[in-house]
C-alpha cells in the first residue's frame, strides 16, 4: 500500500467545494481544510504505487480552482490507530 499526503493551493472561489470533490476521488481517504499557505491536505491511501501518478496527476490536480499542490510520499505509517488495532486481537 502506498501513503501520500498531498498539498494544494486553491482559487478562493473553489474553496466552499472543494473539499467535498477532494473526498470523492477514489484513493483520497481523507481531505481537511486547513489554515497557512494550503487550503486542503488530502491524505492518499493507495493499493499500488501506480495509482498514484493517475490520482495526483490525472485526477486531483484536474480539478477547477486548484492552483497548486505538493505531494509527498510516506517512507512509513505511523498510526495510533493501527497500534490499537494490533493490540486489540483477541480481546
Do not use: C
Not at 69 to 85: C, G, I, K, P
Request: no cysteine; proline share 1%; charged share 20%.
Amino acid at each position: 500500500m502506498t501513503h501520500a499526503i498531498v498539498l494544494i493551493q486553491a482559487e478562493r472561489n473553489a474553496l466552499a467545494d472543494l473539499g467535498g470533490q477532494l473526498a470523492e476521488i477514489s484513493g483520497v481517504a481523507e481531505a481537511y481544510s486547513v489554515t497557512g499557505e494550503w487550503d486542503f491536505v488530502a491524505v492518499l491511501r493507495l493499493r499500488q504505487h501506480d495509482d498514484l501518478a493517475h490520482v495526483v496527476t490525472e485526477t486531483l490536480s484536474r480539478l477547477p480552482g486548484i492552483v497548486k499542490t505538493q505531494t509527498m510520499v510516506a517512507f512509513e505509517v505511523y498510526s495510533r490507530h493501527d497500534l490499537d488495532a494490533l493490540f486489540s486481537v483477541g480481546e
